[in-house]
């Protein structure tokens, strides 16, 4: 089975652009979760979409949003981009089946913003 | 909110047991789970235990969860060069809309000396 996908996996920007992440679920795992990790603040939740939709969100600017599609791909934007926003963005999915709940992790994505 | 502590650093001989403590705050947390991160890589699942459990062993490792004081413990047997790494120490708890976030420690950095 294959694991949780991210593109890209490095990213170059400048500030003020804007930059869109994709992470693919294992299939039939439908709950994406996205963080940030970065050294001073270590890993920090941003959002959760389950079937399309956002379920809970994580204390980061407007700028930063998400979207989840039909088959469970979801990507996230962030616009205007800041020096701040250099990190690793890894993305999320879980299987629940009774009490057995697993977290699986992409390779995430490395965004260095100049 | 939810405060994940860790050691940061921990330094071991190859062959002896490792043992990376954790502090969690939330008592509603559901599922602990240890996470292991390589340079350059995401989080790779290592083990989890729910909190009904007291203890989980798997393999060379063994999870001892004290809900009373809210100290969860990963002890790795016979540790191997491989396995120095960033040991990080979650915590899933509900955050309300039938969504969970992963709350995250900082990390431990392990290193085994040869």
């Known amino acids: 089975k294959a694991g949780v996908t991210q593109t890209p996996r490095y990213l170059i920007k400048t500030r003020g652009q804007q930059v869109t992440l994709s992470c693919s679920p294992i299939s039939g795992h439908r709950s994406v979760s996205w963080y940030q990790q970065t050294p001073g603040q270590g890993l920090q939740f941003l959002f959760e979409?389950?079937?399309?939709?956002?379920?809970n969100k994580g204390n980061f600017p407007g700028r930063f949003s998400g979207r989840q599609f039909s088959n469970s791909r979801s990507e996230m934007n962030v616009s205007t981009l800041e020096l701040g926003d250099s990190a690793l963005y890894l993305c999320?999915?879980?299987?629940?089946?009774?009490?057995?709940?697993?977290?699986?992790f992409g390779p995430g994505t490395r965004l260095t913003v100049l | 909110g939810e405060d994940v502590e860790q050691s940061l650093f921990l330094s071991v001989r190859e062959g002896d047991s490792s043992v990376i403590n954790c502090t969690y705050t939330d008592s509603s947390s559901t599922y602990l789970y240890w996470y292991k991160q390589e340079p350059g890589a995401g989080l790779q699942l290592l083990t989890y235990?729910?909190?009904?459990?007291d203890m989980k062993q798997d393999q060379r490792l063994t999870v001892l969860l004290n809900k009373k004081d809210k100290h969860l413990s990963l002890r790795i047997a016979d540790t191997q060069t491989g396995d120095s790494a960033i040991y990080f120490c979650?915590?899933?708890?509900?955050?309300?809309?039938?969504?969970?976030?992963?709350?995250f420690g900082k990390g431990t950095k392990l290193s085994v000396i040869p």
């Open positions: 979409y389950f079937s399309e939709t956002q379920r």
């Open positions: 979650a915590e899933r708890a509900y955050s309300g809309a039938g969504s969970y976030q992963l709350t």
């Open positions: 235990i729910f909190s009904n459990m």
């Open positions: 999320a999915t879980q299987r629940q089946a009774g009490e057995v709940n697993e977290q699986f």
